[in-house]
């Protein structure tokens, strides 16, 4: 007898839907202590931002549990640096028209945004609930500007017949650039030119570089050489294709060989164009 009250016992706990109404009900319970909980602010949605300079951000804070209470409670954006009211719910409360809040019917997410950010616009902004006492959550804004830079400029002196090499670096950037032109004397370089020996490659990343290889240098491939970033500032180099191997005889470390690296010091430069100097009155 006790065998088969064991049995009925054990067929009664393992009936999947009853095991379905004991997860239901877990669910529920978990479900009804978050709503018990009251509004609070989901930190895994309402990050710290970088932002590009001059690229629109975007300050999301998540708000749980805040629904059919909109009409008592609201959610305000306040910058710290001067305590200064931006936004209350769907309403902006500040002349400066590049912040506007962002909410949808039915969502969480109470978003600040803040077009054309500058230098100054970094810092902490306030999200709050109008509870009592009030809810705050803290986000900090971080504006950068992407640094653009050719290695070995700003001049460079190539000897004619070997390779430049121009690499350019593109750091502090939130995202990696969509692409990098490459101009010589304000025009982009086409890399299937009928001059043949132009080529770049380009890897993106948390830093990224672009590097301009032109084989066997030319006088007319002087001048001045532009790296355009799409999200950053372009960096410029000038470079002076010199004929001089009969001229720099004995100074060998006036010039740069194959455009990998520049001219040791500013007193290598003098010296190569006093060398030239002297010639052309020779």
């Excluded at 054990?10 to 509004?39: F, K, M």
């Excluded at 028209?97 to 803040?114: G, K, N, V």
């Excluded at 810092?123 to 070995?152: K, R």
């Excluded at 993106?204 to 066997?216: H, N």
Aim: hydrophobic residues 35%.
């Amino acid at each position: 007898m006790a065998f088969w009250i064991f049995m009925l016992c054990l067929s009664y706990c393992s009936h999947p839907a009853l095991s379905a109404v004991q997860s239901t009900g877990s669910a529920s319970s978990n479900s009804l202590a978050d709503s018990a909980r009251g509004p609070h602010f989901d930190t895994s949605a309402s990050k710290n931002v970088t932002a590009l300079l001059g690229k629109t951000a975007y300050l999301n804070c998540r708000v749980k549990n805040l629904a059919n209470r909109t009409i008592s409670l609201q959610v305000s954006w306040v910058r710290h640096r001067d305590v200064h009211l931006l936004t209350v719910g769907r309403y902006t409360y500040t002349s400066d028209q590049r912040f506007r809040a962002i909410h949808q019917p039915h969502s969480e997410d109470w978003t600040l945004q803040i077009k054309y950010p500058q230098h100054r616009d970094s810092g902490i902004y306030e999200c709050q609930v109008s509870s009592t006492p009030h809810l705050s959550h803290f986000i900090h804004l971080t504006v950068i500007e992407p640094d653009t830079e050719i290695v070995g400029g700003p001049e460079l002196f190539i000897d004619r017949g070997s390779t430049i090499n121009l690499t350019c670096v593109v750091r502090h950037s939130p995202e990696p650039p969509a692409y990098i032109f490459w101009n010589h004397n304000d025009a982009i370089i086409s890399y299937s030119s009928s001059r043949g020996g132009v080529s770049v490659a380009t890897e993106r990343g948390e830093t990224s570089r672009s590097v301009l290889l032109i084989q066997k240098a030319r006088p007319s491939d002087s001048g001045n050489y532009q790296c355009n970033p799409s999200n950053a500032r372009p960096a410029n180099v000038t470079v002076h294709v010199l004929n001089v191997a009969n001229v720099i005889g004995e100074h060998p470390e006036a010039m740069q060989h194959g455009g990998n690296q520049r001219m040791g010091s500013t007193v290598n430069v003098f010296a190569l164009l006093t060398i030239l100097l002297l010639n052309s009155y020779c």
